[in-house]
């Protein structure tokens, strides 16, 4: 376990133990991406064990679990906090960029930082990340059908 701040991150390993945490988190979970029916367990526990995110972790406060971050190949950072604050959106992000460069920029694929998608709903996170002085690049719509 890592230690940055006052928040810890467990790196994910596909245990049993950590797919059953993150299924209750993504229960819990009000602002949602990337998926719109929610998986069963087996689903779920199959996208843990084989999950494609460059490196994923559990992020705990003392000994509270409070959510969870990734980073995608494209340099995107999941945040999925219970409780989103500055200071945790921070740390988060701060654990992030000193443990990890960004990948390189490949043009029209990814850029070469790190950025964070935000649910339209999400004001929380949004507000957090404006604190931190993130700049806004763009809005994205899905097209359906």
Not at 19 to 43: A, D, F, K, T, W
Not at 51 to 58: F, M, T
Not at 107 to 133: C, H, T
């Amino acid at each position: 376990m890592s230690e940055y701040g006052a928040l810890k991150f467990s790196a994910i390993s596909g245990a049993d133990e950590q797919v059953r945490l993150l299924y209750g988190l993504l229960q819990q979970r009000q602002h949602v991406i990337s998926h719109q029916i929610m998986p069963s367990y087996e689903e779920h526990e199959q996208f843990v064990k084989n999950h494609p995110y460059r490196a994923w972790y559990l992020v705990y406060s003392n000994a509270n679990l409070i959510g969870h971050v990734y980073i995608l190949n494209d340099n995107c950072l999941g945040l999925n906090l219970v409780t989103i604050t500055p200071e945790y959106v921070s740390a988060c992000i701060e654990f992030i960029k000193n443990t990890y460069e960004p990948m390189p920029a490949i043009k029209s694929v990814r850029p070469g930082f790190f950025f964070v998608n935000v649910a339209p709903g999400n004001m929380a996170l949004k507000q957090a990340l404006e604190q931190l002085n993130s700049t806004l690049i763009q809005h994205t719509f899905a097209l359906k059908d």
